[in-house]
């Protein structure tokens, strides 16, 4: 028996090493396997980018690498809503900057002499023709009044020039204006402005959007006001922006720079970005510095034009025919004083289900302990309908409860629709429309994970009257809520 189990003992022990070394081998056919995808997805990456800088003509500095870094959330705009703060892969999200607009209209070809005039080519000279002199040309079909006499798309030979790429939907690309006038104002150089599209994901989203989704940005801002607020020169776009950068920019005289994908401004060590920044604000002998890549706010927070940005709000308003609607909308809906409420669900409705519940209850709850009363009408800016389950509560709370349809059923939108045709930008300009409505009320709850409702903060903290102060979570109010509002 006992040479038995010396037997048994040896074969084990042989065993044992026999499956040791089959482990190391299946462990290191593992690393290699593991190594090998990361070769296919680094060079699949790698040849993404050459195809897209191949086919856009991009004159990319080295290192560029087209994409969005992961946001962060801004602490100090976190309203109770379930307990938890959102996932930080939200794709409209910055830093603790509110993104915004100050929007109240208160009435209260290498080597040519001519390679810079870059008004429309005259090849589309039948096409020209058949548009309005205030209408987007190539493709873009919105005919809203300009609010600046600049010729759209001209640049002067012996001026220098800055341009950026705008990002994601309509407040994202309000922060990437703001951000480019301070960059404008520092370099010295006269601002580019794209024109306003329609959402679309993040800088190359943009990038891709048609034509007829857009407007130009002097329908949409009193640009006149601007230049004069600002001091800065703008020359606006009616053409789409890569457009006007494969078609209409010298070559020559432009300098394409970005920063390299997850190396921002906020930490110290990325000093080859501080180096790549100081150089072509300050130093550049370029005629046009274009800013081709992610110009989010991430890449700006923690860098010198975060005081200058704030006062670069004050340089915002909305045009005087985005005011008129918002005007008239109160008026009819409205006219006694009315409280708002942004509440944004949408592409994050299941993600909200799950982690505040009954939604609804929620924001009847936040209400009843600012104490609204239930007898004044309450305005609801949302990506979701009247009939949504989302609102039962709220609708049962309040004695009138206003909805955009309820604006179209009374054709205060009439001549929006007639004015942009193109469906979803027309819901996007409505949108500013209703942060006016919002920016005007009594009382304003949003939400914070939303930039459109951060810039109804901003409006609303940039307004005269301290009354209307948003009543907001995690904001320090400088006013007390009135009793029985």
């Known amino acids: 028996m006992y040479g038995q189990r010396e037997m048994d003992g040896a074969a084990f022990r042989k065993h044992r090493q026999n499956a040791l070394k089959q482990d190391r081998l299946s462990l290191r056919s593992a690393i290699l396997s593991l190594f090998a995808l990361l070769f296919c997805i680094v060079g699949l990456e790698y040849f993404q980018i050459l195809r897209w800088m191949r086919s856009s003509g991009s004159r990319l500095s080295p290192g560029f690498y087209a994409e969005m870094a992961v946001p962060t959330l801004p602490p100090s705009f976190q309203m109770d809503l379930g307990g938890e703060e959102p996932d930080s892969d939200m794709d409209d999200l910055d830093t603790v900057e509110a993104t915004t607009a100050y929007a109240r209209g208160h009435e209260v070809g290498e080597g040519q002499d001519d390679a810079l005039n870059l008004a429309t080519n005259s090849n589309n000279a039948d096409a020209e023709s058949d548009r309005a002199d205030n209408a987007a040309e190539l493709g873009s079909t919105a005919r809203l009044p300009r609010t600046s006499s600049r010729t759209y798309n001209e640049l002067d030979p012996s001026r220098k020039y800055f341009i950026y790429s705008p990002s994601g ?15 404008a104002e520092m370099s010295g150089r006269d601002l580019v402005i794209p024109p306003m599209a329609r959402h679309s994901d993040l800088f190359n989203g943009y990038l891709k959007v048609e034509a007829k989704a857009t407007a130009p940005m002097d329908m949409i801002l009193d640009l006149d006001f601007f230049e004069q607020a600002s001091g800065v020169r703008v020359v606006p776009l009616n053409v789409t922006l890569e457009h006007f950068y494969t078609n209409l920019l010298p070559g020559s005289q432009t300098r394409v720079v970005s920063v390299p994908k997850g190396e921002t401004l906020i930490r110290p060590k990325n000093r080859a970005t ?11 002998k370029d005629q046009i510095i274009y800013y081709r890549g992610p110009f989010f706010s991430r890449h700006w927070a923690d860098w010198e034009i975060g005081g200058p940005r704030v006062e670069s709000w004050k340089a915002l308003r909305y045009a005087p025919y985005l005011v008129a609607l918002a005007d008239e909308a109160k008026a009819t809906l409205f006219p006694r004083g009315y409280n708002a409420l942004h509440v944004r669900m949408g592409d994050y409705l299941t993600r909200l289900q799950q982690r505040a519940g009954d939604g609804s209850k929620q924001w009847v709850k936040a209400i009843r302990s600012l104490g609204w009363s239930p007898s004044r009408p309450i305005y609801v800016a949302s990506d979701m309908s009247r009939s949504s389950a989302h609102f039962t509560s709220l609708l049962a709370f309040a004695n009138k409860t206003f909805f955009m349809s309820d604006l179209e059923e009374r054709g205060v939108l009439e001549e929006l629709k007639v004015a942009v045709p193109h469906a979803k930008l027309r819901n996007d300009i409505f949108g500013l429309v209703e942060q006016l409505i919002c920016a005007d009320a009594r009382n304003f709850i949003g939400s914070y994970f939303s930039t459109f409702s951060l810039t109804i903060m901003v409006m609303r903290g940039l307004d005269d009257n301290s009354r209307l102060l948003t009543s907001f979570g995690g904001l320090r109010k400088r006013h007390k809520p009135a009793a029985n509002t």
């Open 169 to 183: 939907g309509w407040n994202n690309q309000l922060a990437c204006l703001l951000n480019a006038l301070v960059l």
């Open 274 to 284: 501080y180096k790549l920044v100081e150089e072509w604000v300050t130093d550049a």
